[in-house]
């Protein structure tokens, strides 16, 4: 079970961090990636950090404003996100994906194990 937390409202330019904190088993082998789904467009990848945290990606979109980390000893996942326009406003939801390989990830793949539900992020004056 994934579960996000940490959005909210914010103004244009601000920031925020979204959790994403496993409940039960651990992380210790899960690529973890962030999606997001804005009212009226398709799902979007946005970043994934592999499973050892050694490695990052980040959608054209996002890169250089929001920053992928994580600490497996609490099994959770962040997403640090700054500069915030009000295009940014979307569902941000995280979703796990098992694997043997813990230096990879790929910001594109659509096949994950687990979702969280997701936590909405508006950006707005």
């Known amino acids: 079970l994934l579960v996000e937390s940490g959005g909210g409202w914010v103004q244009p330019g601000g920031s925020l961090t979204l959790s994403c904190a496993a409940a039960g088993e651990g992380l210790d082998y899960d690529a973890i990636q962030w999606f997001r789904q804005a009212p009226g467009k398709e799902q979007e990848g946005i970043s994934c950090?592999?499973?050892?945290?050694?490695?990052?990606h980040y959608a054209n979109s996002v890169k250089g404003r929001f920053t992928i980390s994580r600490d497996n000893a609490k099994n959770t996942v962040y997403l640090q996100m700054t500069n915030l326009p009000p295009e940014d406003t979307a569902v941000y939801l995280c979703?796990?994906?098992?694997?043997?390989?813990?230096?990879?990830?790929?910001?594109?793949?659509?096949?994950?194990?687990?979702w969280g539900a997701g936590v909405l992020v508006k950006v707005s004056s």
């Open positions: 950090v592999s499973a050892s945290g050694t490695n990052t």
């Open positions: 979703a796990s994906k098992y694997t043997l390989v813990r230096t990879l990830c790929d910001v594109r793949s659509r096949s994950m194990d687990w």
